[in-house]
């Protein structure tokens, strides 16, 4: 689903979650998670072209895009087994796969604590919490329910030897849902969700860790950080003034 814009902010458009290029062995970069440059309005599996001095390639063969995809539902634990294993490129499966993104304006930063406890953080003194802006789940009414931006501190996903993720002071390294973090890879031809042994995610833990070395991904919850979106409690009320020129 295309998450919304807080109030007081302005949505300058909605698109996909692009994570990272990889463009062969050492040629590879990525986009923070918390940036606007990470909202693709469009998706598309060719967005580069590779150039010499002389000449620009439209494709390359190793022409490849990673994406976020989309998480588990809480306490899923047949999240993995329910994702597609072979390849796809409708535009059906893209949206039911690819994680959406919207890029919003405002004046106010948001602020962003991690309790690096299991407890959800309050906010500084002066800040009030955001409505989370994503998975608003109708009531039994048809009504949404409204609820504050909590979640699980989140640092990276790597795939083999690259990784990105989201700096610690953004709001996008506060995810509202503890889930494996799968990588949708594409091709020229389709894409292709990544879950191996050399995909992984990686998260703040808690000041309390865990008894065992090894847990089961949804049993893990135990010790790992949380945190909470914040903003001055103005923000909700800022308009946008008329543009200049």
Known sequence: AVVSTQSGHYGRGTGYSFMFV?????????????????CMREFRREIFAECAYDKCFRYSGQHKTNWLAVAADPGDVDFVRSLPRGGFN??????????????????????VVHSKTTENPYC???????????????????????????????WQVSSYNFGMGANSESAASCLTHFSPTPIAACESA????????????????SQYPAQNDYEDFFESTSYISRCTVCRRPEAKDFKMGPRMG
């Open 124 to 154: 500084p003194e002066g800040y009030d919490p955001v409505l989370n802006p994503s998975r608003h789940i109708p009531n039994g009414n048809g009504a949404r329910v409204e609820e504050n931006w909590h979640g699980y501190s989140f």
């Open 22 to 38: 990889d463009a062969g062995q050492d040629n590879k970069w990525s986009q923070n998670l918390g940036s606007a440059g990470s």
């Open 90 to 111: 409708t535009q059906e499966k893209i949206d039911q796969y690819i994680s959406r993104c919207v890029v919003c304006e405002t004046i106010f930063k948001l602020v």
């Open 190 to 205: 389709s894409c292709k969700i990544a879950m191996t042994d050399r995909t992984r995610n990686f998260w703040q833990m």
